[in-house]
T-cell receptor, first 112, second 111 residues
Framework: DAGVIQSPRHEVTEMGQEVTLRCKPI?????LFWYRQTMMRGLELLIY????????DSGMPEDRFSAKMPNASFSTLKIQPSEPRDSAVYFC??????????FGQGTRLTVV | KQEVTQIPAALSVPEGENLVLNCSFT??????LQWFRQDPGKGLTSLLL?????REQTSGRLNASLDKSSGRSTLYIAASQPGDSATYLC??????????FGSGTRLSIRP
């Protein structure tokens, strides 16, 4: 398996634009997590899914953030409208049955 | 609410020394604990996973221990090398099925 795949690796966008980050979990994994990493706040859990169902989105910072998992092999994290303070590295991770979690390489988002 | 703390925040030691990184968590009801390594500008690489029923795991020069009752884990690195320089993160898979991270220990090994 190629591991957790995130796209794009880098995204630069202007304030106010919509940004969509994508994640393909490891095949067979039933849990998917979205994280945001900044120097100030470290790794923050934004939302996680179990069997494609959002379980806890209490970490989503604002209504501008939304996440979906339409099927077991794909998830998106959308920011609309984006703001400069959203600049961070966004990671996706997957696991199966509360075992070892594997992370993607991340998407570095810069909002100017 | 589960909280994970890592001490120290940064550590610098000369090559060849053995060292210990610490991780503590507030709620002992966990499924597992995982140690990761992160190099600058890179993703997270899993080093060791300790299930809640286990006391320790070993991989090469790395040994991780878990004491659930006291809410503590340690990562022991033997015979440190410059290539071990990175940030080490501890993560707890909580009973709420969330994976919560500590803030990490930035390790520097001096040649």
């Amino acid at each position: 398996d190629a591991g957790v795949i995130q796209s794009p690796r880098h995204e630069v966008t202007e304030m106010g634009q919509e940004v969509t980050l994508r994640c393909k979990p490891i095949s067979g994994h039933n849990s998917l997590f979205w994280y945001r990493q900044t120097m100030m706040r470290g790794l923050e859990l934004l939302i996680y899914f179990n069997n494609n169902v959002p379980i806890d989105d209490s970490g989503m910072p604002e209504d501008r953030f939304s996440a979906k998992m339409p099927n077991a092999s794909f998830s998106t994290l959308k920011i609309q409208p984006s703001e400069p303070r959203d600049s961070a590295v966004y990671f996706c991770a997957s696991s199966i049955d509360r075992r070892e979690a594997f992370f993607g390489q991340g998407t570095r988002l810069t909002v100017v | 609410k589960q909280e994970v703390t890592q001490i120290p925040a940064a550590l610098s030691v000369p090559e060849g020394e053995n060292l210990v990184l610490n991780c503590s968590f507030t709620d002992s009801a966990i499924y597992n604990l995982q140690w990761f390594r992160q190099d600058p500008g890179k993703g997270l690489t899993s080093l060791l996973l300790i299930q809640s029923s286990q006391r320790e795991q070993t991989s090469g020069r790395l040994n991780a221990s878990l004491d659930k009752s006291s809410g503590r884990s340690t990562l022991y690195i033997a015979a440190s090398q410059p290539g071990d320089s990175a940030t080490y993160l501890c993560a707890v898979y909580s009973s709420a099925s969330k994976i919560i991270f500590g803030s990490g220990t930035r390790l520097s090994i001096r040649p």
